[in-house]
């Protein structure tokens, strides 16, 4: 890589790092394993960064490469969560008025992977259907009704939490 390349390559990282990180956050829940999925990611950037930084969405390819980066690891073994006997307990109705961060992220926790990739993609980096369903790989259709169901799911165990 010719030494301009590299210094746009620094900068773009640089810029989008805690976009990266928190992105990553959300979806894996885990600050360790988000730390992980953005070295993976940045490596794979800087492999094909001649060609991508030719391109005018760098963003959505970088986005692309986190989110199949995660459900890849999602797929490994070693990363499956193990089932426990107790249950956290829930906050009471009274302490909250409107669900907390940390009980979204325990909601979103509890979607499917795929779903809640259609959930963040859409909602918390406010991509376009057809942006998700690029970055997913599936329809349009399959984004919409992903979404749908993951809202639907998160807004009916928050009111169970209530």
């Given at each position: 890589?010719?030494?301009?390349?590299?210094?746009?390559?620094?900068?773009y990282?640089?810029?989008?790092?805690?976009?990266?990180?928190?992105?990553?956050?959300?979806?894996?829940?885990?600050?360790?394993?988000?730390?992980?999925?953005?070295?993976?990611?940045?490596?794979?950037?800087y492999?094909?960064?001649?060609?991508?930084?030719?391109?005018?969405?760098?963003?959505?390819?970088?986005?692309?490469?986190?989110l199949?980066?995660?459900?890849?690891?999602?797929?490994?073994?070693?990363?499956?969560?193990?089932?426990?006997?107790?249950?956290?307990?829930?906050?009471?109705?009274?302490?909250?008025?409107?669900?907390?961060?940390?009980?979204?992220?325990?909601?979103?926790?509890?979607?499917?992977p795929?779903?809640?990739?259609?959930?963040?993609?859409?909602?918390?980096?406010?991509?376009?259907?057809?942006?998700?369903?690029?970055i997913l790989?599936?329809?349009?259709?399959?984004?919409?009704?992903?979404?749908?169901?993951?809202?639907?799911?998160?807004?009916?165990?928050?009111?169970?939490?209530?």
């Open positions: 890589m010719k030494r301009s390349e590299e210094d746009t390559y620094r900068e990282v640089t810029a989008r790092m805690e976009v990266m990180r928190r992105t990553a956050y959300l979806l894996c829940r885990d600050w360790h394993t988000a730390d992980d999925l953005v070295s993976i990611t940045i490596s794979k950037l492999r094909h960064w001649p060609r991508v930084s030719q391109q005018t969405s760098i963003d959505a390819y970088v986005r692309k490469i986190l199949r980066t995660w459900l890849d690891e999602k797929r490994r073994p070693w990363r499956r969560e193990q089932p426990t006997e107790e249950l956290p307990e829930l906050p009471s109705p009274a302490e909250f008025a409107v669900v907390s961060r940390a009980q979204l992220l325990d909601l979103l926790d509890g979607l499917p795929r779903r809640r990739a259609a959930v963040v993609l859409r909602l918390y980096l406010d991509l376009s259907v057809e942006e998700t369903a690029e790989g599936c329809s349009v259709g399959t984004v919409k009704s992903q979404t749908a169901r993951g809202l639907d799911t998160l807004r009916a165990r928050a009111a169970e939490t209530d």
